[in-house]
C-alpha cells in the first residue's frame, strides 16, 4: 500500500514528495487507520490483518463508515507472516511467533527505507507494461485490468447463482494513479 500512496501523491501532486512513510499503517495485528492530503482533499486508508480484523473492518463499512483505500491482509502482518515463511530451529516451536514476524517486518522495512525507488511508478518493470499494454495509470484499460469491485454475491460467494438486480458494483482501490 505504501508504494502505491506514495505513487499516488507523486502523479496527482505532480512533484517529488520525498521519502514519505506510513508509519501508521504498519504494524502485525488489528485493524490501521491513517488519512493523507491528496489534491486538497483527506484520503481514509486502513490495513487489515488477518480474516478476524477484516471482518471488523466490513462491520464498520456496513454501518456506513467510509475508507478510500482498504488493504486487506489475510494473515496477521501480512505476507510477512504468511504460511511460506522461514521456520525457526526450535523443535518446540516450529511456526513464526509475532515476534519472528514483527522483526522480519521491521527489517523489510528497514530495508525499503534504504532503497533508491520505492514507488510503484519508478519500477522498470511497470512502466514496460504500461509503455507495452496499459498506455497510462488511469486508462480504460488498466481500469478494466487492474482495478476491482466489489459486488455482493450473498452468503456464500461463488455458490449463489441467483443474480442480483439491485446491486451496484462498487469500486474499490480507485484513487488517481494506483497502480490496482
Known sequence: MEAAIRTALALTEGKEMGRLEFKELRGTEGVKEAEVELKGKTVRLAVAHGT???????????KGEKFDFIEIMACAGGCVGGGGQPITNDPEKPELTMEHRSNRAKGLFALDLGKKMRRSHENPAVIQVYKDYLGKPMSKKAKEILHTKYTARGPLPGFDFEP?????????GNLPGLLH
Open 52 to 62: 478476524r480484523n477484516a471482518r471488523k473492518l466490513m462491520e464498520r463499512l456496513k
Open 164 to 172: 442480483e438486480k439491485d446491486k451496484e458494483d462498487i469500486p474499490v
